[in-house]
């Protein structure tokens, strides 16, 4: 799951509704998830694969797991979760419920309609061999058919609902002629998650904390000590802040998975991708909320705060971003995130300098 703390009911509930159908699959001890695409069909997704595929339970190595995962060499990944015992009814109402619950996030985030018109396009069959297919945008698609189901989620790699379709044209007809493979003797094959310290605050020194956004008003703090840690400033304009958040393993997937789940936003609402929102003329249900937003990343006396990186950048996004990563992306101006060596990092924008945060971004990543 997406562990950056994307603000608001927006994030949230869109990184509940990539993982509905999953959480409601149960494990199916008899059969092997891996048996329903080969490393051979699945590559065209995610490119040639890193390993062979394995068993896994919520996105990590596990032999008794009820997903299969595909990696790739690059850090793209799609997760097969098939479901032989019948619970179809129960993942549909999973679905539908996320649905329902992105499109009231999205209404009263708005002001308008903007929901309405999300939830019909999470609500979606395809003509294929199932009885029914439902699409969550971002992007995880559930197909039933009978007792027999699966949710493919391609979250990890493209997002897009056309692969998804792609993928479980294979997979459907495959449960009454699956491959011979054991996904759970590839468990032993997974290449271990790199060492990180205990406490995220002990990945970089001071020094090159300071080096990057100045002198600390007070000694880091975190409210998660292994996945996070916040440094603090003081600066003429008021208290800066920069939390960064950390995904030890798995960090490539949960870099798109937020990608997609920012790019689903702006489809659903009508906000532009890469120009700065202020400077756009915007939907009428959108106006009130930039103006939210602005006031909520622009600082005030009374908050102590020094405006964000989006009052004086705007809300772009720029995911070309260079430095000493693998990726890096800047979204709608309020978050940066970048990963490397399969570690994500995460970083709020609300009362933090752009270019200083920045800075910090790459030292972090010079270290993992």
Known sequence: ?????????????????????VAACSTAQAQDPCALLSAEEAAPYVGPLATSPYRASDGAADVHGDQCMYRGKDGRQVTVAPDWSGGGATAGSAVQGAANLVGGALNQATGGGAGDAMAQRVVKSEAGPWDKATWIPGGSLFASRGTESVQVDVSGSSGKEDDAIALAKIIMPRFGHPLSYDGAKAVALVPKPPPHPAAACDLIPRADVEAAIGPLSAPPTSDAPESSCTWRVATPQGGREYT??????GGQKNYMMVKHQMATVSAATGMPSSSPLDTMKLPPQMQGMVGGMMKMVGGSAASGKAPGAAATNGFQTDTMLTGPWDNASLLHGTQLIAVRHDVFVGMGLESADYEKAKALLAAICSRL
Request: no cysteine.
């Open 1 to 21: 799951m997406s562990i950056i703390r994307i603000r608001g009911k927006i994030g949230f509930a869109l990184a509940a509704a990539s993982w509905a159908g």
């Open 244 to 249: 960064v958040e950390f995904v030890w393993d």
